[in-house]
């Protein structure tokens, strides 16, 4: 993903090995529970996400789809998106305009985001503020369905800590 020079290098931290096998079972799980399928399609987007550690772009998800072959045609990957928005395995980072993973299993929990706008890092958190948010819409009449927040500046290695 590109981002403002940074004059250093970053690692995103992405899950691999029986870690992600461990995440995908376990998205399975969920799924069925739910009575949803995790469809090979989803399951594959999960995976990239997963693997990615970091936010991603549909079309990078898009041109590394396929493991051996021509990359997935766009529909695919925004249908599997969706499912894994509304799942709850997956955000999107609007002002990136990419997903991330999410990796915490409270459904319907609110996302907040800490992104580095040299390097791309980006922290979920769980935000206190959350609450107020949600009463303030329900006393002005609204049914939040989610609410997501975004805080854009720089991570400790790109500012120098």
Same mark, same amino acid.
């Not at 799980?29 to 989803?42: I, K, N, V």
């Not at 993973?101 to 979920?124: K, S």
């Not at 949600?134 to 120098?160: M, P, W």
């Given at each position: 993903?590109?981002?403002?020079?940074? %004059?250093?290098?970053? !690692? !995103?931290? $992405?899950?691999?090995?029986?870690?992600?096998?461990? =995440?995908?079972?376990?998205?399975?799980? @969920?799924?069925?529970?739910?009575?949803? @399928?995790?469809?090979?399609?989803?399951?594959?987007?999960?995976?990239?996400?997963?693997?990615?550690?970091?936010?991603?772009?549909?079309?990078?998800?898009?041109?590394?789809?396929?493991?051996?072959?021509?990359?997935?045609?766009?529909?695919? &990957?925004? @249908?599997?998106?969706?499912?894994? =928005?509304?799942? $709850?395995?997956?955000?999107?980072?609007?002002?990136?305009?990419?997903?991330?993973?999410?990796?915490?299993?409270?459904?319907? !929990?609110?996302?907040?985001?800490?992104?580095?706008?040299?390097?791309?890092?980006? @922290? =979920?958190?769980?935000?206190?503020?959350?609450? %107020?948010?949600?009463?303030?819409?329900?006393?002005?009449?609204?049914?939040?369905?989610? &609410?997501?927040?975004?805080? !854009?500046?720089?991570?400790?290695?790109?500012?120098?800590?």
């Amino acid at each position: 993903m590109a981002h403002s020079a940074c %004059d250093h290098d970053h !690692h !995103h931290h $992405g899950v691999a090995g029986d870690a992600l096998a461990a =995440e995908l079972t376990a998205a399975e799980a @969920r799924c069925a529970a739910a009575e949803q @399928r995790l469809t090979a399609p989803r399951r594959r987007v999960l995976e990239l996400l997963l693997e990615a550690g970091q936010p991603v772009k549909a079309y990078d998800l898009i041109s590394t789809f396929a493991v051996d072959g021509p990359p997935a045609k766009p529909p695919t &990957v925004y @249908r599997a998106l969706e499912f894994l =928005e509304k799942q $709850g395995f997956a955000h999107r980072i609007e002002s990136l305009n990419a997903y991330v993973a999410c990796r915490r299993e409270a459904d319907g !929990h609110a996302a907040a985001f800490l992104i580095c706008d040299c390097c791309g890092a980006t @922290r =979920e958190f769980e935000p206190e503020a959350t609450a %107020d948010i949600i009463a303030a819409g329900q006393a002005a009449g609204y049914a939040l369905t989610g &609410v997501t927040i975004e805080a !854009h500046g720089k991570c400790a290695d790109c500012k120098g800590d």
